[in-house]
């Protein structure tokens, strides 16, 4: 089955900026988005400032894209445990954001030396990480097949 997949770890808030997040944790991110900045019609606008990091490696597995963005943010744990209660107390927060696109036949499938994509675990690492930091966990699956059969 084609599958696309990736996933990030990210800080959001309505009132401090990426550029804030990244000063305050001395991390550079992969990515951001500036709240209010993306219009695509009527309303597609971030709601959200957003710091992230990410891994869109393909030919991994969950876990390992997971495991490679914990370890570039575990030494700084504490800063951002610190950061997330600061942010939460505005309606901000941390979350890690798994995103999967089954059946994107825009993708190939792996090889068969490559593990099997759909197995995918959070071991105590990584729990231990997300409890530190008061992270959220948030998996988005799309199947793709529905889009193809509108084309």
Known sequence: ?????????????????AVDMT???GIAPDEVTVRGSRFTEPAVVPVDHSWMVACRESGLRVDEQITRVLDRLRPHTDCIGDLTGELARTGGGAVLQIVRYFNDTGRTCPGTDTPDPLGWHLDREVLDFLHATGAEVDIDEYDMSKAADTR
Do not use: E
Not at 1 to 17: G, I, N, V, W
């Open 23 to 25: 000063s305050r944790l």
């Open 1 to 17: 089955m084609p599958l696309r997949q990736y996933a990030y770890f990210a800080l959001f808030s309505r009132h401090t900026s």
